[in-house]
């Protein structure tokens, strides 16, 4: 499975931005995928999973409310809706799979920068 991040960029604090997430492969072994962020200085932090079905989202609570995960199964693509943007979104952010019947996240796609200026 290959995992194709994009979407990220320079945005003004309270702004919108939309990551996509493309699949390709064998994605037919995945069980979800989720975003993570790695901020400068911080640990890495799940932001948002979905299952690959595209069902059942979950949010960390410091993006609940602002962020929204979803997935459009004709083309395999996971996207993240982050609206109100705010500083402390700064990060990389990256897309990563679960495969089936497994524990942990064995897919990463490259990331993809988002800065939110104040």
């Known amino acids: 499975v290959q995992l194709q991040a994009s979407g990220g960029g320079l945005v003004q604090a309270g702004n919108s931005l939309r990551l996509s997430c493309a699949a390709s492969?064998?994605?037919?072994?995945?069980?979800?995928v989720a975003w993570f962020r790695r901020a400068p200085g911080k640990e890495r932090e799940e932001v948002a999973s979905?299952?690959?079905?595209?069902?059942?989202?979950s949010y960390a609570p410091s993006v609940k409310g602002r962020f929204t995960i979803s997935k459009n199964n004709a083309e395999d693509t996971v996207y993240l809706q982050m609206n109100s943007l705010k500083p402390e979104d700064t990060a990389v952010y990256y897309c990563?799979?679960?495969?089936?019947?497994?524990?942990?996240?064995?897919?990463w796609g490259q990331g993809t920068q988002v800065t939110v200026s104040s």
């Open positions: 990563a799979g679960r495969k089936g019947g497994t524990y942990g996240y064995s897919y």
């Open positions: 492969g064998r994605t037919f072994s995945l069980d979800s």
């Open positions: 979905i299952a690959w079905r595209g069902i059942n989202p």
